[in-house]
């Protein structure tokens, strides 16, 4: 009876039960159903377990580092440091709004912080300049996905705690990736810009003009590089990372730029502690529900079903990758990544794929999810932060979901793009 846990869920998806809800009262259901009474107080004793964790501790620490940096005016040189670079382009101000995200990728991590921050100071510029306001907002939701794939990563985070991988070499092998999406949605901006006539956002900037936005940008430029050259230096784990992060951030933002009063840093603390909660929540619901998939011996049917339909590893990624697209589009990337990562990963290791390759894979994927139609997350966001109709923001991103698609599968099926950088430096066979 306990193979029906996961259409329960969907089903409780479907009628609008939160999904930390539905992680829960599905299997729930089916234990008290099925008499296991007694593992039913095991699944909700796993809630708080699944949180107890020192790893996990790094997320609600990058969170408010990001918060920090965003409250602290970060976000505004980033973005002028990126107009410097970019606004004399046709589309300026949309490569600015991808590149933004790049660079915003290694102080937040989040694709929902990216959304938030960037697009209530770019998708009114970018309205401004000539741009409808549903293109503005789905480039926005479309490039925020870099967030969780560039480091720092929550998700990657959760896939290492969930799967025993090493955080330094999931980071490292995300970089190229996370740069790939970025430049593949510049690429498209660049097509739609010689079609659509896009204006351009500022005159070519002097290179005097471009080291001084470098200059502006250089303290919030330097966090992604204390955060990794700390963790794979050795002198810190990535929890203590994200802890420096967050004292670096306070410092820059109060000390040296002068742009954060300390009477802001008790709100910026319930803020990011509100996001966290809601993150550490769906984490420890979906390590309960993990409990009911080892009980349900869910990971051993799915893999022969599986190896079934086909003995090509290539094949089997290439449906593995529709599936991760398909839940990617109804459940929020951490939750489907403690849910699918031990039911998925062992059976694709054992066909050859390094575990370290798969997990990007994954994350990659699911990512992208957060922007696609019904239910990505950042759509919910960029449409809150625009006042755009979700449909709207659904039907103007779609080109900018067709290059992150084509990413996808180059991740796939080029192992080298994810596995090159871990093996350089060591992380990696």
């Known amino acids: 009876m306990l193979i029906w846990f996961l259409p329960v869920f969907l089903i409780f998806l479907l009628i609008g039960l939160p999904v930390f809800f539905a992680l829960l009262a599905a299997p729930g259901l089916l234990l008290w159903l099925n008499g296991q009474e007694r593992d039913v107080a095991l699944l909700y004793r796993n809630v708080y377990n699944g949180m107890d964790s020192f790893p996990l501790m790094a997320i609600p620490f990058f969170m408010l580092a990001g918060e920090l940096m965003n409250r602290g005016g970060i976000t505004e040189r980033l973005v002028e440091f990126s107009q410097a670079l970019m606004g004399h382009l046709r589309g300026g101000l949309a490569h600015v709004n991808i590149l933004s995200s790049m660079l915003f990728a290694g102080l937040s991590g989040s694709a929902v912080a990216d959304t938030s921050a960037l697009g209530s100071m770019l998708i009114p510029a970018m309205e401004k300049q000539g741009y409808t306001r549903r293109f503005a907002a789905a480039i926005t939701a479309a490039s925020s996905v870099i967030g969780p794939i560039i480091p720092p990563s929550g998700i990657m985070i959760i896939y290492a705690y969930v799967m025993g991988e090493s955080v330094a070499a999931l980071f490292l092998a995300g970089i ?13 901006v660049k097509l739609m810009a010689d079609k659509y006539d896009f204006p351009v956002a500022s005159r070519k900037t002097t290179w005097g003009e471009r080291g001084q936005a470098s200059l ?22 990535p929890t203590e990372a994200a802890a420096v992060a967050c004292a670096y951030g306070l410092f820059i933002g109060v000390f040296v730029l002068r742009s954060l009063r300390i009477s802001e840093i008790p709100d910026v603390l319930s803020r990011s502690a509100a996001t966290s909660a809601v993150v550490l929540l769906l984490v420890g619901a979906a390590m309960a529900f993990k409990t009911v998939v080892s009980l349900s011996h869910a990971p051993e049917i799915l893999a022969e079903i599986i190896l079934g339909l086909s003995e090509n590893p290539l094949i089997l990624l290439f449906l593995i990758n529709l599936l991760l697209f398909i839940v990617g589009m109804f459940l929020d990337a951490g939750p489907a990544i403690i849910i699918l990562g031990p ?12 575990p370290i390759h798969f997990a990007i894979i994954m ?10 139609p019904p239910m990505g997350l950042v759509l919910f966001v960029a449409s809150s932060v625009s006042g755009e109709r979700i449909s709207a923001i659904s039907r103007a991103i779609l080109p900018f979901l067709a290059m992150e698609i084509i990413v996808i599968f180059l991740v796939t099926y080029i192992p080298a793009l994810s596995m090159a950088i871990p093996r350089m430096t060591g992380f990696a066979n």
């Open 216 to 237: 502006k940008a250089f303290f919030p430029l330097l966090t992604p590089v204390i955060i990794m050259g700390g963790i794979l230096g050795g002198v810190f784990t």
């Open 176 to 188: 190229i990736p996370g740069a790939l999406v970025g430049l593949s949605l510049m690429l498209m």
């Open 363 to 372: 994350s990659v994927n699911l990512t992208v999810g957060l922007a696609t």
């Open 343 to 354: 039911v998925l990963g062992p059976v694709f290791t054992d066909l050859g794929v390094d």
